[in-house]
């Protein structure tokens, strides 16, 4: 069972590309979130979505963009990367928002250059 | 918004002592999550607490969620060096279904 994967692992871009981070679920889990890990800052929220078509912004949002076409699926891409995104992203999923567990992805290490 | 903070940031103990982690919220939570992350590894599901005064244990480790359900704690018994890692406190946003995660304490654990 693959659960969810993270691609690619690792990344280098350099400042003002866009990259773009891909989220894969197989259990049909209808929530999934995105999350980025900085030192001193632990796990922070930037997109999470409910269901397919349906978004919604986290804690840090800006220069980011998601995306949620099919419920397995949710991309997230930065339009115009910048060194301060450089972090470690991990894209989760749970099927029942409330009282259900989230399950990490293996996460992808993203440097801009 | 809803705000989780952790303390301590870090903790580094012998090999047999105890640890323990607190977490406290701004706001009332419906429920906390604790996960465990060992080191380049991603955030593991350990355990749900959703009552008020709760405690739940898991061979050494013992979690309690306060009376007023704003504070939690996670104590670890006789620490091996395979409890070596981050561990967070979460509670859900605003919105109900997204996580809110505290910044972690790292647990080093020296033989």
């Known amino acids: 069972d693959a659960g969810i994967t993270q691609s690619p692992r690792y990344k280098i871009t350099e400042t003002g590309r866009q990259v773009t981070l891909m989220c894969h679920q197989t259990w049909s889990h209808s929530y999934m979130f995105w999350y980025r890990q900085d030192l001193g800052h632990g796990l922070r929220l930037i997109y999470y979505s409910a269901a397919a078509d349906i978004t919604d912004k986290g804690e840090v949002p800006d220069g980011y963009v998601v995306s949620r076409s099919k419920t397995e699926n949710f991309p997230l891409t930065l339009e115009s990367a910048t060194r301060s995104q450089t972090s470690v992203y991990f894209c989760a999923s749970s099927d029942g928002g409330r009282i259900t567990e989230a399950f990490f992805g293996q996460g992808t290490r993203l440097t801009v250059v | 918004g809803q705000q989780v903070m952790q303390i301590p940031q870090y903790q580094h103990v012998q090999e047999g002592e105890d640890f323990t982690t607190y977490c406290n919220s701004s706001t009332t939570l419906s429920n906390i999550q604790w996960y465990k992350q060992r080191p380049g590894g991603h955030p593991v599901f350990l355990i749900q607490l959703v009552k008020s005064g709760e405690v739940k244990k898991q061979k050494r480790l013992t979690f309690q969620f306060g009376e007023a359900k704003k504070n939690s704690s996670l104590h670890i018994t006789a620490t091996q060096t395979t409890d070596v890692g981050t561990y967070f406190c979460?509670?859900?946003?605003?919105?109900?279904?997204?996580?809110?995660f505290g910044k972690g304490t790292s647990l080093l654990v020296t033989p």
């Open positions: 979460a509670g859900f946003s605003n919105s109900g279904y997204a996580l809110n």
